[in-house]
């Protein structure tokens, strides 16, 4: 390539890369601009970003609407405030549900853990952002619980019979601690000591939830939903490969079939046995653990049909796949992938299976947390009407104060905030959930 194709090339990817921003800019308010990924590379090549990805345009980000903006800083301005002495949060025991002060429970890393990825959510970071501060206390009472958990354990603490704990399971607290890590490290600048730091703690996680792994995929210490903690414990294997964490394939890949295993597609109906007979719990989590793959698939068929390897009437199947270039075993796993992901996110999001027990449990805005990540991370253009309905019924549920709080089962005002929080501001994730499922391969 000659110097005059270099410079006529990177001009067209500068070029490229101004229309994109501008495109993205028309989507962002005043409070919350959008930011875009840089699509230029030193030589000056054009590569794929997860905004560049194909079939994606710029309305898939939304702006956020003011409602939505007023309910979180409410909910922020209470959550700030129920953060103890040590810099954790709790939910309280499973045995005195009763207690809704903040104050007067004992601190957990799973429930800390969820309010930490809300207050990064919304933009804060340990060393900035106005909550700054708060995060950085929680992230150390993380880091402590990491680094001072037994080399043979496979949870980091031994408080027992928490909300969480019970509903969810017992070694929850790794689960949400490892995926907060991961989420964080993304944002970190590598090779830094904090990085290191946050790495090495991430690596620990990873290994007890290895451990702790049953020979189905499932995760030992089933609770009352179990199927909820073997799946935040599949996306936090998830999560932290994608960040270079020591994640063995077979235990992600066991993680991920026990999931996709809780819906039945010859059926079309979720598999409730683990899932304290909620559909809501079994749909969400399949959907979740199924997004990433489903999304390869359908990336990589779209592919073979540019380059003519496929036709543009050619269905998704195992066939299909193969042409692509997958071999039969690969085809066939990733055709079911796409099958209980198509057929589990309609589940999910049936009002009949939304409704559940006529109220919400922070169960239930778990599997919402769980539904809306899965479309971001599929590029599932779904994800706007998702976000308009569920982000209009937060609003409208939440209390004057400010927080939110379970009607059953995990009931605590801090849990429930942190989640609802995060299922409120998902759109400002949009980046780094896309990038979780982004597929790599050359561009024709």
């Known amino acids: 390539m000659d110097r005059n194709t270099l410079t006529w090339t990177g001009l067209a990817a500068i070029a490229l890369a101004l229309v994109l921003l501008l495109a993205f800019e028309g989507n962002a308010t005043a409070d919350r601009p959008i930011h875009t990924t840089a699509l230029v590379d030193t030589s000056g090549c054009v590569f794929l970003t997860v905004y560049e990805g194909k079939d994606l345009d710029s309305s898939f980000v939304l702006a956020t609407p003011a409602p939505v903006l007023q309910a979180e800083t409410g909910g922020l301005r209470w959550l700030v405030q129920a953060q103890a002495e040590d810099g954790g949060y709790g939910a309280g025991s499973h045995s005195r549900q009763d207690i809704r002060d903040p104050h007067a429970v004992s601190t957990d890393p799973a429930t800390t853990a969820m309010v930490a990825m809300s207050l990064m959510r919304l933009g804060n970071l340990p060393d900035s952002g106005t909550y700054g501060h708060q995060l950085g206390r929680a992230t150390e009472y993380l880091l402590v619980h990491v680094e001072k958990a037994p080399k043979d354990a496979i949870n980091i603490t031994d408080l027992q019979g928490t909300q969480i704990q019970v509903k969810l399971g017992a070694n929850i607290d790794v689960a949400l601690t490892a995926q907060y890590l991961s989420n964080l490290a993304a944002k970190l600048e590598s090779g830094t000591s904090f990085h290191l730091r946050v790495m090495r703690a991430l690596n620990t996680c990873v290994g007890m939830i290895q451990r702790g792994q049953n020979s189905d995929g499932s995760q030992r210490g089933d609770g009352w939903a179990g199927v909820l903690q073997s799946s935040f414990a599949a996306n936090a294997l998830e999560s932290a490969k994608a960040q270079g964490a020591q994640v063995d394939s077979t235990s992600l890949e066991l993680a991920r079939d026990f999931q996709k295993a809780n819906f039945d597609v010859s059926s079309g109906s979720a598999v409730t ?10 749909v969400s989590s399949s959907t979740r653990s199924s997004a990433k793959q489903a999304r390869e698939a359908k990336e990589r068929v779209r592919q073979a049909k540019r380059e003519g390897r496929l036709q543009d009437d050619d269905e998704m199947s195992v066939k299909a ?35 559940g027990f006529g109220n919400n449990g922070g169960e239930e805005f778990l599997s919402f947390l769980q539904t809306g990540e899965s479309l971001v991370i599929g590029k599932d253009d779904g994800w706007r009407s998702w976000y308009q309905q569920t982000s209009g019924r937060l609003v409208d549920i939440q209390n004057p104060d400010g927080s939110w709080n379970g009607h059953h089962c995990i009931t605590s005002p801090v849990f429930c905030t942190a989640t609802a929080l995060l299922i409120l501001s998902i759109n400002n994730d949009i980046e780094h959930l896309l990038a979780q499922g982004a597929v790599e391969y050359d561009a024709k």
């Not at 046995?273 to 079994?282: D, M, S, V």
């Not at 075993?329 to 589940?347: F, G, H, M, R």
Request: aromatic letters at 6%; charged letters at 25%; proline letters at 0%.
């Open 273 to 282: 046995e683990r899932a304290a007979g909620i559909t809501l719990y079994a």
């Open 321 to 355: 796949l193969e042409e692509a270039g997958y071999s039969r075993s690969e085809a066939e796993k990733l055709n079911t992938a796409v099958q209980v992901y198509d057929a589990a996110k309609v589940q999910s999001q049936d009002a009949n299976v939304v409704t």
